[in-house]
């Protein structure tokens, strides 16, 4: 509004440059008055004389500088219009949490150091556990790992309903950090279920992508989901979204890659281990799942191949196998990763048929043909649901399939 309130102004010749100070404008001058005529005639008419006070030096430059003002504020109103579009479209599409996200320089791999032994969410408890019971002579090492609390707040993003908390994690084993959103379901807090543990859904976004997404218009999950919950054709899972966004301009493609980030243990080891240290969550993966659109369905199905023994579901939402469906994946960038971290890979080279769900949608040349090439290549256990789908390749498309998706995930892994 600003700057087109400049423009008219400008327009109209009173802008910052339409006068140069210390110039003087022609000032009309009083003609002395004319002799009187005689009865019936008329004074002819005069115009007055100008008083011209030249300033040559001033005009030679005033009109460049006036048409430089005037091509300045017509960019101005441009670059003003663009930046309207680009908040509205990112607002209603929750693309970038920060100013650092959009130009690329946000860092949030602190280190990457090599990630022990994966155990699975059942090992981790039996380490747990044997250390518990350990006698107090087996040392230091016999104490089980603390529960480490978590600091939660109200979340940074004003399109995230006050019911979702933050709490800005460091991983432990990955070496990022990245805020992480939780929500709990309506049973949560019911007496009645104070003593219950709940299952647990991951919820990843594509790239780029907020993790605000999720609870915000542009999914709108707590929104469509709670109602249902209520009324028991829901089964009440608590939502988490982590950060995927890692290295600015760098879609991770949820892997390990040595020496430039752990983002599959941030996402499959330290993200759990913060939820179940600090709520009723579930801790077998009969009762864990992910969900996920564009790059984040690509990650979901992936982390479910490669850890059947942390997540019993997934659901993908217009997906691809390949890692190379992302342009700027950094799995696709080296041969060997991309092999290995393709869902379709993972699961024809798997030791044996992973007890493994999936959902994936897609329409046709977006994702319907990597979904039945994964329900051909499927072995029981494993299942696969293709569900095609028409629309474009957009958050529009996939807000309308979280209801039926978690219909469908809720015959999965059922209330109890």
């Given at each position: ?139 230091a090492s016999a104490t089980p ?262 219909k469908w995930l809720t015959g ?5």
């Amino acid at each position: 509004m600003a700057s087109i309130a400049l423009a008219m102004v400008q327009w109209r010749g009173r802008g910052v440059f339409g006068w140069v100070r210390g110039t003087k404008r022609p000032v009309p001058v009083a003609e002395p008055s004319a002799p009187a005529t005689e009865p019936g005639e008329t004074a002819p008419e005069k115009s007055a004389p100008i008083a011209e006070q030249p300033v040559p030096s001033a005009r030679r430059w005033r009109g460049p500088l006036r048409v430089l003002s005037y091509l300045g504020t017509i960019l101005l109103c441009q670059f003003t219009a663009v930046a309207m579009v680009f908040v509205v479209v990112n607002n209603e599409n929750q693309l970038y949490d920060n100013w650092g996200d959009l130009l690329g320089t946000s860092n949030h791999v602190r280190a990457v150091p090599v990630p022990p032994k994966d155990e699975g969410l059942a090992g981790d408890q039996a380490a747990a556990s044997a250390a518990a019971s350990a006698p107090p002579s087996a040392g230091a090492s016999a104490t089980p790992p603390p529960k480490v609390p978590q600091a939660f707040h109200a979340p940074d993003s004003d399109a995230v309903p006050r019911s979702v908390r933050q709490a800005d994690l460091k991983g432990k084993l990955s070496g990022v950090d990245g805020e992480v959103l939780v929500w709990t379901p309506p049973q949560y807090d019911d007496p009645a279920y104070k003593d219950k543990t709940f299952p647990v859904v991951e919820l990843l976004v594509g790239y780029p992508g907020a993790s605000s997404a999720w609870f915000g218009d542009t999914m709108d999950a707590t929104r469509q989901l709670e109602p249902l919950m209520k009324s028991g054709q829901v089964t009440p899972f608590i939502l988490v979204s982590p950060r995927v966004t890692l290295l600015g301009k760098t879609d991770t493609g949820c892997a390990d890659v040595p020496g430039k980030v752990n983002a599959d243990t941030w996402l499959s080891r330290d993200v759990p281990q913060m939820v179940m240290d600090n709520f009723r969550a579930d801790t077998t993966a009969d009762r864990w799942a992910l969900s996920g659109y564009s790059a984040g369905a690509h990650c979901a199905t992936r982390l479910a191949l490669a850890h059947p023994n942390r997540y019993r579901a997934a659901i993908s939402m217009s997906g691809y196998n390949d890692p190379a469906g992302e342009p700027v994946s950094l799995t696709a960038k080296d041969p060997k990763l991309r092999e290995t971290s393709n869902p379709l890979h993972l699961l024809t080279h798997a030791a044996t048929p992973p007890n493994v769900a999936l959902y994936v949608t897609g329409k046709r040349g977006d994702g319907l043909e990597d979904a039945t090439a994964l329900q051909q290549a499927a072995k029981s256990p494993t299942t696969v649901t293709p569900v095609e789908t028409t629309g474009a390749h957009l958050t529009s498309t996939w807000k309308p399939l979280v209801v039926p998706s978690f219909k469908w995930l809720t015959g999965i892994i059922p209330p109890r």
